[in-house]
């Protein structure tokens, strides 16, 4: 939330997350497989040898990256190859936000990719979020070029931050006689110093990368590649130009603040002999004055209509729009104190009207999915009166008295909040129901799928089951709950011993596995000695444990592992697909299996286990039924019946259509007739709100539906972005976040 205080460098704590692309979205999954992504943010020690031990790769390439000083290179070994890059980071310096570099490493091992930072990046946040176009973590080396992109990317944004930043301290410097601001360029020329030599050793590496084998490139890839050594060259000579903007400014500065300095000491000595006590009044004013009446003050936040018309006066730090259109209520957030935290907000209406003015904060429920991905609780606000919290409707109506002392979100879940007092923790819904009452030292839910119930921990440690109806389903006294599993049977463990139960308590299983994976429609997926089966919930073996990996996509068939390789079994454990594919997913919704080859390459496979098309699956759309591939160098469109379909036929409700023609794509209608011209070197299909996106000489701009040029191609954007336009309007760096472009 914009209200939360930033972590500083050297806060961050100890993380390893795990993604893995399924579906075709990213997921963050709990052990590692075959084609997933590894994320070590300031391992410990033990955590290092781990996975060194682990994955076999040598301890000093995994500690690299968390050395500051670290120097960028590459480093080809037998079983994978490290890439250490220098990443921008935001710093504290003079207790102000500034930029530095740290060290980022990739390590590329023949299943996985690993990366390994001292701290959390923006440059990696994005891939975690699912934010970027084409990504999938069993695509290692796009992978890697699009976290080089990424890095490059983030260079240029900060540089031209620091342009900005520059420019404004500048303006300051003509009407000041201090020299604060002349510490700021002092930090900014830092900053740049940092950024140049970070990217010239990026450029060797980058260099490097063109001629080692060790890693696989495509075409596709290469070109991705080459466009980021363009981007770091280009940050090269960005830096260079505005440190020797900024080396010349400040010498000019430091000489005119000095001449200055000796005018106004001798008008100040004249002040204070004549008016000695109004002299002080000014100064006290002078230094204490709001940042808010002062010229070049920070950019507040408002509200505009449709029309474009004001609705609320730009004048707030933050602002929260809730998603309701019914419900004319604004979240205004200001007075935000960086260093603690603190904040004040109040809530208006359309007409500018502050309301609920009889509480001392009012704030939305943030939640946030399994893919990190923020959103707000509906038709509730948590308030708080005399420093306890409560729960409103966008009525105002009260739902809970103010007694709390927090109230949050049960994260993933809606419609499922908590409410803590005096040391115990409770569970309410959106409607001010208490669900399960306040004498719980922890309550977490029973996972994504199952939700009928939660776990519980008593003031002992000892966890129980507690349903929606505050039905006891199992009393607290186990050391822990996994998981559950066939709808009614659970995975615990009890005084040191895995075992599966019913709801009566009742052992089930517990021997003849090392851990339980999944559930199927017939029993379980077990380990043992590492190796994966399936048995009954009595504990009859259903398939031996000696495949890799198993898993089941439908009722009795299953995508199983073994030398390296994925297939396709049934129950009987013949085989509906040869192991001979790197990876292989099932969608559901499409009834289609997506087997990924070594060259990247999808084949989709449908229910009658039929290889039908071979490319790169760019996307597949099960709501509006279709697939969209990469195939002998063009985009072809195919229905669920894997038939090939025009981009008409695939998005009928679009007016303008994507084409190419010798190298350079326009747009035509669902006639064919051409609309725009093949002038671009890039577009996007029509979006939901009718315009286009186009590139032409790596400048981005928008189109709408009937054709019409709305932005000439002027605008430098991420290429990791979804280049979204909406008239004047693009998808920016925070989700649902719309940026104006004709500034």
Not at 16 to 32: F, L, M, S
Not at 245 to 265: C, H, K, R
Not at 303 to 322: A, H, K, L, R
Request: glycine share 6%.
């Amino acid at each position: 939330m914009p209200w939360q205080k930033q972590s500083k460098r050297r806060e961050v704590g100890i993380v390893v997350r795990i993604y893995k692309t399924i579906d075709g979205a990213i997921h963050q999954i709990q052990e590692p497989e075959e084609g997933c992504w590894i994320a070590l943010t300031n391992p410990t020690a033990t955590e290092i040898f781990e996975f060194s031990e682990k994955f076999d790769i040598e301890v000093d390439d995994l500690r690299s990256p968390l050395d500051e000083e670290e120097r960028s290179r590459i480093e080809v070994e037998d079983n994978y190859t490290l890439i250490l890059v220098d990443v921008p980071m935001i710093e504290e310096r003079n207790d102000k936000d500034w930029y530095g570099t740290i060290p980022l490493g990739i390590i590329v091992t023949g299943s996985m990719i690993f990366t390994i930072c001292l701290e959390d990046t923006p440059v990696l946040t994005r891939f975690m979020e699912g934010r970027v176009r084409s990504f999938f973590t069993y695509m290692k080396t796009r992978f890697i070029f699009q976290i080089l992109y990424r890095n490059a990317s983030m260079y240029l944004r900060y540089l031209r931050i620091i342009d900005k930043k520059s420019e404004q301290v500048e303006e300051k410097l003509h009407l000041s006689t201090r020299n604060e601001e002349l510490i700021e360029l002092l930090e900014l020329q830092k900053s740049l110093t940092y950024f140049i030599t970070s990217l010239r050793s990026n450029e060797v590496v980058l260099e490097k990368l063109l001629k080692i084998d060790s890693i696989k490139k495509y075409p596709e890839d290469t070109d991705l590649l080459e466009d980021v050594i363009t981007e770091n060259k280009q940050a090269i000579e960005m830096a260079n130009v505005y440190s020797g903007i900024l080396n010349g400014t400040m010498d000019a500065f430091a000489s005119i603040i000095s001449n200055n300095m000796n005018i106004v000491m001798k008008v100040l000595a004249i002040i204070t002999i004549v008016m000695s006590i109004p002299t002080i009044v000014f100064s006290a004013y002078g230094m204490n004055l709001s940042p808010a009446g002062m010229p070049f003050s920070a950019d507040k936040w408002g509200v505009i209509n449709q029309d474009g018309e004001t609705v609320i006066n730009p004048s707030y730090q933050e602002m929260i729009v809730i998603p309701d259109k019914t419900k004319d209520v604004f979240i205004c957030t200001y007075d935000i104190n960086e260093e603690d935290g603190t904040y004040k907000t109040k809530a208006l209406n359309r007409k500018n009207e502050e309301i609920f003015t009889q509480y001392d904060q009012i704030q939305v429920l943030e939640n946030i999915d399994e893919n990190d991905n923020i959103w707000y609780e509906k038709n509730v606000l948590k308030v708080m009166q005399n420093g306890k919290y409560g729960l409103i409707d966008l009525n105002g109506k009260k739902l809970l008295d103010c007694e709390y002392d927090e109230i949050s979100a049960m994260k993933g879940i809606e419609n499922s909040l908590l409410i803590r007092k005096d040391g115990y923790v409770g569970l309410a819904n959106n409607a001010g129901t208490i669900l399960i009452d306040v004498k719980y030292s922890d309550i977490k839910n029973l996972g994504t799928t199952y939700k009928e119930g939660y776990i519980t921990t008593d003031e002992n440690g000892k966890c129980g089951i507690v349903s929606t109806t505050k039905i006891q389903i199992l009393e607290n006294k186990y050391n822990e709950i996994k998981q559950v599993y066939l709808g009614d049977n659970y995975y615990v463990v009890e005084d040191g011993e895995e075992k599966i139960i019913n709801q009566a308590g009742e052992t089930l299983i517990d021997k003849g596995f090392d851990d339980i994976k999944s559930s199927t429609k017939r029993g379980i997926i077990f380990t043992q000695k590492d190796l994966y089966g399936e048995m009954t919930t009595s504990g009859d073996i259903l398939i031996e444990a000696k495949y890799k990996d198993l898993k089941e996509a439908k009722e009795g068939i299953y995508i199983a592992k073994k030398d390296e390789k994925y297939g396709i079994i049934d129950e009987k454990e013949e085989e509906k697909v040869p192991f001979e594919y790197t990876g292989i997913i099932y969608n559901e919704k499409a009834n289609l299996f997506l087997a990924e080859d070594e060259n990247y390459k999808t084949t989709i496979i449908n229910d009658k286990y039929e290889k039908k098309l071979n490319g790169v699956l760019v996307e597949l759309n099960v709501n509006d039924k279709y697939l969209r591939m990469r195939v002998d160098s063009d985009y072809k469109y195919y229905n669920l019946n894997l038939e090939e379909i025009t981009s008409q036929e695939a998005l009928p409700n679009n007016t303008l259509f994507l084409k190419k023609e010798n190298g350079k794509y326009g747009y035509v209608d669902k006639k064919g007739n051409v609309i725009v011209d093949y002038i671009y070197d890039d577009g996007t299909e029509q979006n939901s709100y009718g315009f286009v996106s186009v590139k032409k000489d790596g400048l981005w701009g928008s189109i709408d539906k009937n054709g019409k040029t709305v932005i000439e191609p002027k605008y430098n954007l991420e290429n990791n972005l979804k280049i979204d336009f909406i008239g004047k309007w693009y998808l920016g760096e925070e989700i649902g976040v719309n940026y104006y472009c004709d500034k």
